[in-house]
């Protein structure tokens, strides 16, 4: 696998241009079976976006690009995912509710992706049970099976993401009625929803705890424009924080960046709202934050949890960080210790971290897509050359890194 190579201390300023959601475009692809064509805008350009683009041609959806805009014609659709393909990325796990709602069947293996800890697929084999699923689980198989899904009432017994995308991936072509209560209430689920009510679904309830989705008996082409991404625009906010720049983080949305902010100006950085862009200016030396919890939307992100911790790693003061999402994501705490970080971590959920003056470059490795995100940001704020291992992880998520940085002052190069 590839690496970065950065060396840091310089002050970051500039402009970033946010790119499209990863966490929005892959839901919309996934949906594309139940359509005869459609237009995606404003795709950013991920590895994760081209094994989901080599799943739909695999299954029969003909796919073009031109720049950042997708094409899809669909014709008749072969529901069975490769092994190999489905591997590499946990959301090919979305494939199971649009190929059973298009074609009454679906198998699909085990899915991939980053190492998070415990992420099992029971809850969306439940739900697909639900709607009125045969599903034969046998040789690490998913088989599914319906002649035509049924609505059901259904409470999640946690707020999922993934599982919520599905059952409305599943349920919008379904018989009757179905009800999500205790959804995902995260942007880009609105996002899915609003492309397929622009398709012809009845889907209202996005963006609260309780969605509601009333089968239709086709879907209609349209296009959709992807939501900026809200993850990758606090990322480089942090980035300013922890190298005391100043940068105009572009094409974002405000409304959805409200906790990233409000916590950023706890550590004493300026920051200002226009309309689209977000203006960050960090002092030399950023306070702590106290105490930071990991929480589903629109409460503090666990997909920014190691960048947050790699800024509290210099901060003014001590920061206790508690995960509460995901058990696994730990590792980059242990990295960030190689660069002279002061980290203790309890149980792999807690994180007690005790800033220091400066860090170290070192040769550290990326275990999953935000931890690299996360050494980077150490990297250009330490001192000395730092190599970051295994960046095919931040490519996952991370559209145009390494120009992007360099455009704003950063010294990076990939290897």
């Not at 993401?161 to 995260?186: F, K, P, Q």
């Not at 190298?243 to 004493?268: P, Q, S, W, Y």
């Not at 306070?287 to 949890?305: G, L, M, R, W």
């Not at 002061?342 to 400066?358: A, E, L, P, Q």
Request: glycine share 8%; with cysteine; aromatic share 6%.
């Amino acid at each position: 696998m590839g690496k970065y190579v950065i060396t840091g201390g310089s002050r970051l300023s500039g402009e970033v241009p946010i790119s499209g959601a990863k966490n929005a475009v892959l839901p919309v692809l996934a949906a594309l079976p139940l359509l005869k064509e459609a237009s995606i805008c404003n795709v950013p350009f991920l590895s994760d976006v081209a094994n989901t683009i080599e799943i739909l041609e695999n299954i029969g959806v003909k796919i073009t690009t031109e720049g950042s805009v997708i094409r899809s014609e669909t014709g008749i659709v072969r529901p069975v995912i490769d092994n190999s393909l489905s591997c590499k990325m946990r959301s090919s796990v979305l494939f199971l509710g649009s190929l059973l709602s298009a074609c009454g069947e679906a198998e699909i293996s085990y899915p991939g992706g980053c190492a998070l800890g415990a992420r099992p697929v029971d809850m969306h084999i439940w739900a697909m049970k639900m709607l009125g699923a045969k599903i034969n689980t046998d040789d690490n198989v998913i088989r599914c099976e319906a002649k035509r899904l049924k609505g059901a009432n259904l409470h999640l017994p946690i707020q999922s993401v993934g599982v919520t995308e599905n059952i409305i991936l599943a349920s919008a072509m379904a018989e009757g009625t179905t009800i999500i209560d205790n959804a995902a209430r995260e942007p880009e689920i609105c996002n899915l929803c609003d492309f397929l009510n622009m398709c012809g679904a009845d889907i209202t309830g996005h963006g609260t705890k309780r969605i509601k989705i009333k089968g239709v008996s086709e879907l209609h082409p349209c296009s959709v424009a992807i939501i900026p991404d809200r993850i990758e625009a606090a990322t480089y906010m942090i980035m300013a924080a922890a190298t005391g720049g100043e940068l105009f983080i572009k094409n974002v949305n405000t409304d959805h960046m409200r906790v990233i902010c409000a916590m950023l100006r706890k550590t004493g950085c300026i920051i200002k709202e226009y309309n689209k862009t977000i203006y960050i200016e960090a002092p030399q030396r950023i306070y702590s934050i106290p105490y930071i919890s990991t929480a589903p939307y629109p409460y503090f992100p666990t997909d920014v949890q190691p960048q947050i911790m790699a800024l509290m790693s210099t901060a003014q003061g001590q920061s206790v960080i508690k995960e509460n999402i995901f058990s696994g994501r730990y590792k980059h705490g242990d990295e960030l210790n190689k660069m002279g970080a002061d980290i203790t971590i309890k149980d792999n959920r807690t994180f007690i971290t005790t800033g220091v003056r400066s860090l170290v470059g070192a040769n550290v490795n990326a275990w999953d897509l935000r931890g690299g995100a996360a050494l980077i940001i150490a990297g250009l704020c330490a001192e000395g050359i730092t190599v970051v291992n295994n960046k095919e992880y931040v490519e996952r998520g991370y559209e145009s890194p390494v120009s992007k940085i360099r455009n704003i002052g950063g010294k990076i190069r990939a290897l």
